[in-house]
């Protein structure tokens, strides 16, 4: 236990008013203990401690919680860019490492899931460095391990869902409560006034979307109450939380610009669409990422196992896998689920900025 020096056995001559004879070495004497004290408190501390201490003293504090590499950058790249380069502390936070993602490029098609997992971690490296985000970690069980990807299937265009065989070290297999909690210990270390991730349908319905989704939002709850297993953490609560959305109007002409212009593959712009399309009206907030194009461009060339760009195109687009084009957009759109809107706001009533409304300190 650290204790306060007490007084010494002489403690000198008293000095009389107005005498300042040894005032300066009583306040040097006086700083020197009280540095010990922090050296002393500090030194208590555990390295999560220190880093979340640390992390006070940058004042706008944005988590992302995705899936597998390359979610990010295709839904919140630009925005990650924006904030980082405003200098905001940006924390990436990646479910698993993407095992079972389809390969494109055919030179890679040899990949077995651990040789993916691991050619995947190096491309969300460097597409980490093109947007300028530091503070990328996996999220990992108790004992260390890491979460692997469930797969998926589809049920029909647009529509996936967890497979009939799916690895019990999966995500889509875990207990949902212990990866809630496993998210609610990265919360309570960034101490993020600002949380990002998937709508309630996964983007697509991907099980592992989905599951990120349910666990992010029990985390939350979690992350700001007690911690029976680890009483010394202080309880966090997050002022706003974010879903990553498109509004309909704007998915629709996308796709309707890439079916006029003959883009090959080109999805039909009356057709159903994924769960992260929304009516317009849900659209709470969009953060104009144009400044940022060129970081979100280097960003999804980095994630070659998943996507290619067709940037020379009447409608320049991006293709996952399954080969249909999606016209790149400069805006990025999200639904506020929890917190209070702030302005500034644009001609449409939404939200500009995701700190919006929120008191910095």
Known sequence: MTTLPGPSEDPGPALAPGDTAGAGTASHDALEAAADLVDDVAGELDPAGLESMERLDQPRRLLFVHAHPDDETIGTGGTMARYAQAGAAVTLLTATRGELGDIVPAELAHL??????????????????????????????????????????????????????????????????????????????????????????????????????????????????????????????VAKVYWSVQPESLARAGVRALAEAGAEGAADPDGPLPSAVVPDAEVTTVVDASGQTAAKLAALRAHATQLTLDLDAPVPAMRLSNGVPQALQPLEHFHLAHGVPGGPFDADGRETDLFAGIALS
Do not use: C, K, N
Request: hydrophobic residues 35%.
């Open 112 to 237: 077995g899931p651990d040789e993916l997992a691991e050619h995947r971690t190096g491309e969300l490296a460097t597409a980490m460095e093109a947007l300028g985000v530091e503070d990328h970690r996996f999220l990992v069980r108790r004992d260390g391990t890491g979460y692997r990807d469930s797969g998926m299937v589809w049920l029909r265009p647009g529509q996936a869902a967890v497979g009939e065989d799916v690895d019990p070290r999966s995500l889509a297999a875990a207990d949902p409560e212990e990866v809630a909690q496993r998210i609610a210990d990265v919360v309570r270390e960034v101490r993020p006034q600002v949380v990002v991730t998937y709508e309630p349908g996964g983007g697509y319905g991907h099980p592992d979307h989905v599951r990120v989704h349910e666990a992010t939002v029990r985390a939350l709850v979690l992350a700001a109450g007690e911690d029976r297993e680890q009483p010394d953490v202080v309880p966090w609560s």
